[in-house]
């Protein structure tokens, strides 16, 4: 009726117009949603990403990582219209930061990736090992315990590099594809270390025994030989004892201090006086090594009691690894020191024969006129 109404009363310029009108509109409309619909799906493409310096690193950190086949929207934008609407708001406050250069670097998550985000792909409840197969991991049980996935795995798609001061805004232009394979070839990075799970168990109460967490492959291609144990294990400990202590730290029933490699500052403030311990010292400290170190060997059994000086004068740094040399005063137990036998002024070291008060030419063993001074009792324990 209003259509009737208009063709009988408008005159015929004025309807034109107003269908002009309309079509203009309804053109507009079109375009505006057909841009911002394309816009929407061009600004959440991983590619959009590496479009502004700033995210140069995360971009070809991403694409070098085992998630390069996952949007990056995928794990940084929340389920829902709402989550979608708040990031592309966040979006366009990160546009005028880098316009008015107000943006904080290095650039970092406001919040951590949900549990969600990882669920949307993998399913926890079935998974029980790495992809190696050796190490056992429940993660279901740690759900159970409210351990989020990103406590562990938050190296797994940018390798840290924000901890690892690789995203300074003079970089950025250095950033490629190879740069990014770089970055994320270092395991320790972008993969959740032995570190990480033992202090963890620690902190809650949990077993730190092998068993717990491997199935296979514990004992090294090296700890297989015959003589290992007898022979070759502390000439292995000499040449990286690093390596021993990456695994046998945690076999300790009592903290281990000293052994970590010593800082460039230390070194300096310190005049380089800073003396690292030794495998001499580990197997003396570590109760995973003392276990075997204070039982008697079979090699001191016999007349070793007579002959065990020329073995020691052969190398006397080996004893070091169960006897205390010096501070005899300081070991307990039944930790064997040579002073307490051996005099401190009869030492190698030191020329007590000539500073002796009585001439000593040509006298080999104590004699009547060496009681005189001291006592029989305690000299005829070595000399007979």
Known sequence: MEEEHMNKTSPPRTRYKVYK???????????????????????????????????????????????????CVKCHIGSGTEEYAKA????????????????????????????????????????????????????????????????CHNGVAHGKIADRKMTFQTDYEKWDTKTGTSAMADLKFTRPDMDTCI?????????????????????????????????THGKQAAENLMKCNQCHSDMSKEPLKGYEDVSVIDRFLNNNQVKQKNHYNYAKENTFCKDCHSKRPASHNGNFFDSHGATANKNQESCQACHEVKRSNETGGNQVTCSSCHPSKHSQKTSWKVNHPISLEGVSKPSAKCYTCHAKVSCEKCHK
């Open 21 to 71: 009108y309309l079509t203009v509109a309804l053109l507009f409309i079109v375009v505006f949603f057909s841009l911002g619909l394309i816009g929407v799906e061009t600004t959440s493409s991983s590619s959009f990403c590496s479009s502004c310096h700033e995210m140069k690193p995360e971009y070809y950190t991403w694409k070098a990582s085992t998630h390069s086949e996952v949007d």
């Open 199 to 231: 202090d963890c168990h620690k902190a809650r109460n949990v077993t730190i025994e092998c068993s717990a967490c491997h199935k296979t492959g514990m004992v090294p291609k090296s700890h297989k030989a015959e003589d290992f144990k007898t022979k």
């Open 88 to 151: 592309k708001a966040n979006g366009l406050m990160q546009v005028y930061k880098k316009a008015t250069q107000t943006y904080t670097a290095p650039i970092r998550m406001p919040k951590e990736i949900p549990d969600s985000a990882c669920e949307s792909c993998h399913d926890v409840s079935k998974r029980e090992v790495t992809a190696s197969g050796d190490i056992i991991i429940p993660h279901d049980k740690h759900q159970n315990k409210d351990i989020e996935c990103i406590q």
